[in-house]
C-alpha cells in the first residue's frame, strides 16, 4: 500500500547537476526522517545524506558542499539536489523514508525500488 518512487537519474556528464525526488504514497498520514543512500558496483550501500523531523541535515564527508537534502512535508517527498557531479559519483541511489500510516499511524522505514546515476565523459 505504502511505497515509495525515486526520479531523476539519468547520465551526467562531470561537473554537471541532477535532482532526485522520493516521493511517498499510499495512506500515509506524515513523514518523518529520512535519507538518501547509494550504491556502486562492487561497493556496500551508503548514507550519502539524511534529513530529520526538525530539517536538521547531515552528509557524507564526500558529498558535502555538493548535494542538498530537502523535505516537503505537505507534498510527502524527499528530493537530493547534487551538484558538481563526479564520477565516483556514479551509483543506483535509494530513498530511505520512515512513514506514518493511516489510521494506526505507528511509523515505520521502507525503501524506494532505487534510480540510477551514471557521471561520466
Known amino acids: 500500500q505504502v511505497r515509495l518512487v525515486e526520479s531523476g537519474g539519468g547520465w551526467v556528464q562531470p561537473g554537471g547537476s541532477l535532482r532526485l525526488s522520493c516521493a511517498a504514497s499510499?495512506?500515509?498520514?506524515?513523514?518523518?526522517?529520512g535519507g538518501w543512500y547509494r550504491q556502486a558496483p562492487g561497493k556496500q550501500r551508503e548514507l550519502v545524506a539524511s534529513?530529520?523531523?526538525?530539517?536538521?541535515?547531515t552528509y557524507a564527508d564526500s558529498v558535502k558542499g555538493r548535494f542538498t537534502i530537502s523535505r516537503d512535508n505537505a507534498r510527502k517527498t524527499v528530493d537530493l539536489q547534487m551538484s558538481s557531479l563526479k564520477p565516483e559519483d556514479t551509483a543506483v541511489y535509494y530513498c530511505?523514508?520512515?512513514?506514518?500510516?493511516?489510521?494506526?499511524?505507528?511509523?515505520?522505514?521502507?525503501w524506494g525500488q532505487g534510480t540510477q546515476v551514471t557521471v561520466s565523459s
Open positions: 499510499g495512506r500515509i498520514a506524515t513523514i518523518n526522517d
Open positions: 534529513i530529520y523531523r526538525n530539517y536538521q541535515t
Open positions: 530511505n523514508l520512515e512513514v506514518v500510516p493511516e489510521p494506526l499511524r505507528l511509523p515505520f522505514r521502507t
